[in-house]
């Protein structure tokens, strides 16, 4: 432990680039890409995720490794799996083994297991060989992982099969895997001990692929009303029932994420019951930083929840609550009418901010923010949202809208509605950098309620 925290301290000041973001996870060098083995153990979230500790580009995947008590402020430890004569270490998923089925514990607390893809042929070493499915575990909470000596535990179905998502499904007391096989095809499987797996069915989820998550969602807290969900790497994902034999799809699909750097969400396993929450982490895939040490970033997480709509059940997404923990300063708003020209927030100087309103609308409304130099934009008659040349239509019709919006120095991610809409984007920084605007167009805006938080860095303070 001693040599994670000198480490931390002595690179601490790379943590404060200007074009690294602040409360967004990021490696601490080098390259990362999809969040892998999302766990919650002992106190601690863990971050595993594909890594090229060699370089700022993709190649030599390896499971990176960050921990963090908060979800909020993250600490990189050694990286946990490295690739080796069966391929490079592709996406997978972790999983706390309570009942000790995989046989791997050795003392009291229960072994922590990583089920990810080894991807034969794409290094010298892993020349010929295919793609399989092995674990890895871990019996000192993740700080060291050793491969199971009786890899791969599912041997080459067809294509690049691979990411698999590895849950427990209680009523069966066994596991489950949902895997990408090939072009849109999935397959759900089932395990007693994570080492001999019997396939169940096929799902098929058009324009979609890769990095696949299966969970459990009761619709607006009803115990008695759950449902399942599968998602693709794409944020497409079906609304079904699961019974442990087949997933039965209802409706779908629909999209998580209508903006541009979203890519391979993975929700953590083994959350405590007295939390109950399903959190998701994503790849804010695509972001460019220029001169920097490290190359692209995670989303920042969220709560998933599942809720009834006009048009049915939805998935919203939203910020975990932790945020409130880095907030520096707070202002508010109630009550308050802007007319055009008008900027209330023009005192209000930081490139960290987290914005919420809630904003009653006539029919001609118009309004928008501006933050660092990139607009945000409703237009109340045709219900368009917009942003950095994507224009959604917003799905609800209420005369009354809700917008979140977290800027960090290289995305912005806004939620819509409470998270029924939610629209993501890296985006580079400019200096000087512009002034915050609140805008409106045409006619005044009655904001029922505006709050801005000005954010701290989540990063250790530069020595």
């Known amino acids: 432990m001693a040599n994670e925290i000198d480490r931390t301290v002595a690179d601490a000041a790379v943590y404060h680039e200007s074009g690294r973001p602040q409360f967004h996870f990021t490696a601490r060098r080098n390259s990362l890409n999809a969040p892998n083995g999302l766990v919650y153990l002992a106190g601690e979230y863990h ?21 963090s008590t908060d979800l909020v402020r993250w600490r990189q430890l050694e990286n946990a799996i490295a690739p ?12 706390i083994d309570h009942d000790n089925t995989a046989g791997f514990q050795t003392d009291a607390e229960p072994a922590m297991v990583a089920i990810y893809t080894a991807a034969g042929g794409s290094s010298p070493e892993s020349e010929g060989q295919p793609f399989t499915q092995c674990l890895a575990y871990s019996n000192d909470r993740g700080r060291t992982m050793t491969k199971y000596s009786g890899n791969p535990v599912l041997p080459h179905l067809v294509g690049e099969n691979r990411d698999p ?22 397959a759900l499987f089932t395990s007693p001990n994570l080492k001999q797996w019997t396939r169940l069915q096929t799902i098929a989820l058009a324009d979609s692929s890769e990095c696949p998550d299966f969970f459990p969602l009761v619709v607006d807290g009803r115990v008695e009303d759950e449902r399942w969900v599968f998602v693709a790497a794409n944020g497409h994902y079906l609304i079904g029932r699961f019974d442990g034999r087949a997933f039965t799809e209802i409706a779908g699909p629909y999209l998580m994420d209508v903006g541009a750097n979203f890519y391979a969400g993975q929700t953590f396993s083994n959350i405590p019951a007295t939390d109950g929450r399903r959190i998701q982490i994503g790849w ?61 927030l023009h005192e209000i100087d930081s490139d960290l901010l987290d914005i919420s309103i809630e904003a009653r609308l006539s029919a001609e409304s118009v309004f928008g923010f501006r933050i660092g130099g990139r607009e945000i934009r409703y237009s109340a008659p045709d219900r368009i949202i917009s942003c950095l040349g994507r224009a959604v239509k917003r799905e609800s019709q209420d005369s009354t809208i809700t917008l979140r919006i977290l800027a960090d120095r290289t995305s912005i991610e806004i939620f819509v509605d409470n998270g029924r809409t939610v629209l993501s984007f890296c985006v580079t ?31 250790p303070d530069p020595i």
């Not at 489950?176 to 090939?182: A, H």
């Not at 512009?434 to 701290?456: H, K, N, Q, R, W």
């Open 429 to 459: 920084p400019t200096e000087p950098r512009p002034p915050l605007e609140f805008f409106t167009e045409g006619s005044p805006v009655y904001l029922i309620a505006m709050d801005v938080c000005v954010l701290l860095s989540a990063w």
């Open 84 to 95: 080796d004569q069966m391929g490079m270490i592709y996406s997978g998923s972790a999983v």
């Open 165 to 186: 998502k590895v849950i427990w499904y209680a009523p069966g007391r066994f596991w489950v895997m949902t895997l990408f096989l090939d072009r849109e095809k999935f």
């Open 47 to 67: 971050l595993f995720f594909q890594h090229n500790p060699k370089g700022n580009s993709w190649g030599n995947m390896t499971w990176g490794h960050a921990v």
């Open 284 to 344: 804010m895939a695509g972001g460019v930083y220029p001169g920097m040490p490290f190359n692209q970033q995670m989303s920042f997480p969220v709560e998933l929840t599942l809720r009834d709509t006009p048009d049915g059940p939805r998935v919203f997404r939203y910020p975990v609550s932790e945020i409130s923990l880095l907030v520096d300063r707070h202002r508010e708003w109630r009550n308050l009418t802007v007319a055009p020209g008008e900027n209330p």
